[in-house]
């Protein structure tokens, strides 16, 4: 009875970590190429389409989980309207739990549609994210409005800007044999874009809240960043590696990955 009830409750946290995890990639990484779409656009890299494409490999590790997927994403404009964008992200994530032979697998999948108007950006978006063994099913909701800076922020770049924003998560988790979450977490962040010849340098910095716990490792407040170097094999191809953490007092998240965009 003793090894049950221990096993439950490896099972119950890793439920917990493992939706946490899946946040970080498939949701942010789906607002994350909506902004690129419309940097293309604003600074005049975006090909004929205005579309772009974006194949990547991940690992993630923190406190209890490790977990390691890829992720396919698409992007693109409206021809008899270029200032409306559509994206699509797919993600497959593999966990481990480091003090039990615990493991799962989910599938994500994200939908995203933006208008920009001058230098302003409205993204909203849905997703749906099921683990193989059907024991949870996430449904979640956002909406962003942003802001990219009207003119190159750093002379050392030859194309740069930054972009402001705020946001909103709404979820709803439904657990077999457990009782449903509802939250919303609340974002405001700045990114920055800049390209020196080839390379392009994005980095990003996050404040977020939740309005609930529900999560024994999230606090009130935390604290998202990252940083991603790419270089352009081609005028249409960009291989990128990139970091993202997030961390409050009482815990860590990292995750690294490495990409392919290809624009056209």
């Known amino acids: 009875m003793k090894k049950l009830l221990c ?19 498939a949701t942010n990484r789906g607002l994350e190429l909506m902004r690129e779409a419309n940097f293309n656009q604003i600074t005049e890299l975006s090909k004929e389409s205005g ?18 997927g890829f992720l396919l ?15 699509l992200t797919v993600s497959y994530q593999k966990y481990k739990f480091k003090d039990s ?34 024991n949870k099913r996430a449904y979640s909701g956002n909406f962003e409005v942003g802001k990219f800076s009207s003119n190159q922020t750093l002379n050392l770049f030859d194309k740069g800007r ?6 909103i998560d709404s979820n709803k988790w439904k657990h077999k044999n457990m009782e449903n979450i509802r939250f919303n977490n609340f974002r405001l962040g700045v990114s920055s874009y800049h390209f020196i010849d080839r390379f392009r340098v994005v980095g990003n910095l996050e404040f977020n809240a939740d309005d609930k716990k529900y999560d024994i490792n999230r606090e009130k407040f935390n604290l998202a960043y990252s940083l991603a170097v790419g270089y352009n094999i ?17 815990f860590y998240d990292n995750l690294i990955s490495l990409g392919f965009t290809h624009t056209f």
């Open 7 to 25: 096993t439950l409750s490896a099972l119950l946290s890793f439920n917990v970590l493992a939706d946490t995890g899946r946040a970080d990639i």
């Open 51 to 68: 579309s772009l494409q974006n194949i990547e490999y991940f690992v993630g590790n923190n406190k209890e989980v490790k977990s390691r």
């Open 73 to 87: 994403g698409t992007v693109s404009n409206f021809v008899d309207a270029p200032n409306i964008h559509a994206g």
């Open 101 to 134: 032979d615990t493991k799962d697998r989910e599938y994500s999948l994200d939908t995203f549609l933006s208008y920009r108007k001058d230098n302003y950006l409205f993204i909203g978006g849905l997703g749906y994210t099921q683990s193989k063994k059907v």
């Open 162 to 167: 930054f972009y402001y924003y705020a946001g």
């Open 234 to 250: 081609y005028d249409d191809l960009l291989i990128e590696l990139k970091y993202k953490g997030t961390k409050n007092k009482n």
